[in-house]
Structures are given as structure tokens and as C-alpha cells.
């Protein structure tokens, strides 16, 4: 039995540092099978405009670490941010959904793209 209370945030720290916790209470994660994770958040304005702020200068396709409840650090790919049009909300409130990536398998080298790369072929007929 884990005697350690878990965290009721969601924390995503990019490459240089810098972190944001999210409100789990406020959040609902869709994922796909490719691994696309839909994080939408509803928040109120200040929230949302923090978070707006915090991804301003985070690229596409950038590798950002995200931790859910303190379990641990997981590698993701920062893919976008949309404003979450079409739910009714009081005027105070803002829906974000933040767009992240994360790797079909767990072992790195069955995440390497083959397609467009060269191969190298060993003394033994495998490639690499």
C-alpha cells in the first residue's frame, strides 16, 4: 500500500525550468490511440490567460515533461493549444485545451521513424 498522498495538480515544466500546475478538479484527458492527449481546462480568465502565457513561445512538436498527481515525470510533445469553442460557461470562465503527444511505446528506439532515413546494413544482413 503507497502511504503517500497524491498531488490533486497536474504539473508540465518545459526544457528551460519553468513549470505550470494545473487543477485536476478542473480538467478532463482524452487520448487516441496514437497517444494524442486532449487536455481540456476550464478555468477562470486569469487561469486561462496564465496558460496562454505559459505556452506563448513552447514550438510545436517541443518535448515538455508532464506529471500527474506527483506519480512521476512523463516525456510529451507540446502540439498546440485551441480555445474550447461551444460549451456554454458563465462570462468569468475560459475552456483551453492544451494538445500533447505522447510516444506510442514506451522504448524510445520503436518511437524512431524509419520512413525517409537511411539504413545501414551490418556485416550480418540486419539494419539498423
Excluded at 478542473?26 to 494524442?36: C, M, P, V
Excluded at 510545436?60 to 469553442?85: K, L, Q
Excluded at 475552456?95 to 511505446?105: A, C, F, G, S, T
Aim: no cysteine; proline share 3%; net charge negative.
Amino acid at each position: 500500500m503507497i502511504d503517500e498522498e497524491f498531488s490533486n495538480t497536474i504539473r508540465i515544466t518545459l526544457n528551460g525550468g519553468n513549470s505550470i500546475e494545473l487543477d485536476q478538479s478542473r480538467i478532463h484527458i482524452r487520448e487516441n490511440e496514437n497517444g494524442l492527449m486532449a487536455i481540456s481546462y476550464v478555468a477562470p480568465y486569469f487561469e486561462a490567460v496564465d496558460i496562454e502565457n505559459f505556452f506563448d513561445g513552447v514550438l510545436t512538436s517541443e518535448e515538455v515533461m508532464m506529471n500527474i498527481s506527483d506519480t512521476g515525470d512523463v516525456a510529451v510533445r507540446f502540439m498546440g493549444m485551441v480555445d474550447g469553442r461551444g460549451k456554454e460557461l458563465p462570462e468569468n470562465l475560459e475552456h483551453r485545451i492544451i494538445l500533447l503527444q505522447e510516444p506510442v511505446n514506451l522504448d524510445p528506439r520503436e518511437n524512431i521513424q524509419l520512413t525517409g532515413f537511411s539504413r545501414f546494413k551490418l556485416k550480418d544482413d540486419t539494419y539498423y
